[in-house]
């Protein structure tokens, strides 16, 4: 279907952008918030006409959120939204104003704010009815931005977009083929994000992310909670490819895309071992049991199996990650599960 067909992609485009290296350091251990000492009472929300760095992420969650302060650290301007009125008092201590959301009924004065900043990260999942919430009303979209200071917009998507791939290696080239209608959403709004940065003449990119995890969302926490895998989370396991990435690994592809501006990138942010799900929660469980022998009663074995046509579904792939390294310069943190689980096990102080 033609709805499916990713666009095609003008090399006449001229980017109103002129890219600000950004300054991340020592980053090797996740802090993802400072303490609100080091904060100070000035907040972060109203853009200043003479910083070249203003972000607006649209959708403060787990890898928005990290990127937010990574990007406070560097001394940009930082806002965005959130989905209730008590995130918003969360990340105002920290230092950030943001605008409370909802997917399902979009506040469109939202927009007069968004305009001002001269960078976009759209971090806020389709809805599986309406597909992506702010491309319901593209015209008012593309009529305020046009109108601002933006010369940068990103949108994160997922691999799911490439379908059931029989296992093979698959790259920004491959056709995608959505099987599930989450899929299919994701694709559409890639598309509509595409055709927007084009009308407006922005840096416009794509980040396609495996699976994501990171400190509190990972295989070691799953198995410290103790806590029954659901019926698709035993289905998952069994499948014999799963691609992931870690959520440091995400924010620098995220910091080098801002250096690298470009028309219409699509990236593959994933990293190098996309190895079944019961593998990795194996090695998790080595690594709790060696740094906390006898903490796990029951383990969380045998996996369900699915059936073909679950599979087909879901999709069965390994994606290349070469486009990103290529193009972005970017060197993984995590290349495997195994050094991203051995970090979040190593800085974790206290986890009960």
């Given amino acids: 279907m033609t709805v499916f067909q990713l666009p095609s992609l003008s090399p006449e485009i001229l980017l109103r952008f002129t890219p600000t290296p950004l300054d991340f350091t020592n980053r090797r251990r996740i802090n993802f918030f400072r303490p609100l000492s080091a904060i100070g009472d000035s907040q972060s929300g109203a853009p200043d006409s003479e910083s070249p760095n203003q972000m607006f992420i649209l959708g403060m969650g787990f890898v928005g959120g990290l990127f937010a302060q990574q990007l406070k650290e560097a001394d940009w301007v930082v806002s965005g939204t959130c989905r209730s009125d008590s995130k918003k008092k969360e990340w105002e201590k920290r230092g950030i104003n943001l605008h409370p959301f909802s997917a399902d009924s979009p506040e469109w004065s939202l927009l007069d704010s968004v305009k001002d900043y001269t960078h976009l990260l759209i971090s806020i999942p389709p809805l599986a009815d309406i597909g992506d919430p702010m491309l319901r009303n593209v015209e008012l979209l593309r009529d305020k931005l046009s109108s601002g200071n933006l010369r940068w917009l990103c949108y994160l ?37 595409l055709s927007l940065g084009r009308d407006l003449g922005v840096s416009t990119q794509i980040l396609r992310l495996g699976g994501i995890y990171g400190p509190g969302r990972s295989a070691i926490d799953t198995l410290l909670k103790q806590e029954r895998l659901s019926e698709g989370q035993k289905r998952r396991a069994s499948r014999k490819f799963t691609s992931r990435v870690h959520v440091e690994d995400i924010c620098q592809v995220l910091k080098a895309a801002t250096e690298k501006p470009s028309s219409g990138e699509i990236y593959n942010v994933v990293d190098d071992d996309p190895a079944p799900r019961e593998e990795v929660f194996e090695y998790a469980l ?13 383990k969380p074995f045998p996996f369900l199996y699915e059936s073909r046509e679950e599979s087909s579904l879901r999709g069965e792939k390994r994606v290349r990650n070469k486009h990103m390294k290529n193009k972005l310069g970017v060197k993984l943190i995590y290349p495997s599960y195994k050094s991203g689980l051995q970090s979040i096990v190593e800085n974790m102080d206290n986890p009960f």
């Avoid at 296992?167 to 890639?190: M, Y």
């Avoid at 080595?286 to 029951?298: Q, Y």
Wanted: hydrophobic share 30%.
């Fill in 157 to 193: 998507s997922s691999t799911s977009v490439y379908g059931d791939c029989g296992g093979a290696w698959v790259d920004e080239n491959h056709p995608p083929n959505p099987k599930t209608q989450s899929a299919k959403v994701r694709l559409a709004a890639e598309e509509g994000w």
């Fill in 286 to 298: 080595e690594l709790i049991e060696k740094r906390w022998p006898g903490i796990i009663n029951t």
